[in-house]
């Protein structure tokens, strides 16, 4: 499950695990939340999950 996450809404700094960067407060970014594992919620970098998208499905 992803969730976006408004800008407004940021108000921490979170561990983006696609770049291993951060992303800053008030930035907008995406909540992803496995089906199987609702604990490992993880804050992505919009471009960031995209890519890993495309890097899973291949191409
Ligand atoms: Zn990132």
């Given at each position: 499950m992803v969730t976006p996450v408004q800008p407004y809404a940021a108000r921490k700094r979170y561990a983006c695990p696609g770049c291993n960067g951060f992303i800053e407060p008030g930035e907008g970014h995406?909540?992803?939340?496995?089906d199987d594992y609702p604990d490992?919620?993880?804050?992505?970098?919009?471009?960031?999950w995209f890519l890993e998208q495309r890097r899973?499905?291949?191409r």
């Amino acid at each position: 499950m992803v969730t976006p996450v408004q800008p407004y809404a940021a108000r921490k700094r979170y561990a983006c695990p696609g770049c291993n960067g951060f992303i800053e407060p008030g930035e907008g970014h995406l909540v992803v939340v496995p089906d199987d594992y609702p604990d490992l919620r993880r804050h992505w970098h919009r471009a960031c999950w995209f890519l890993e998208q495309r890097r899973r499905h291949g191409r």
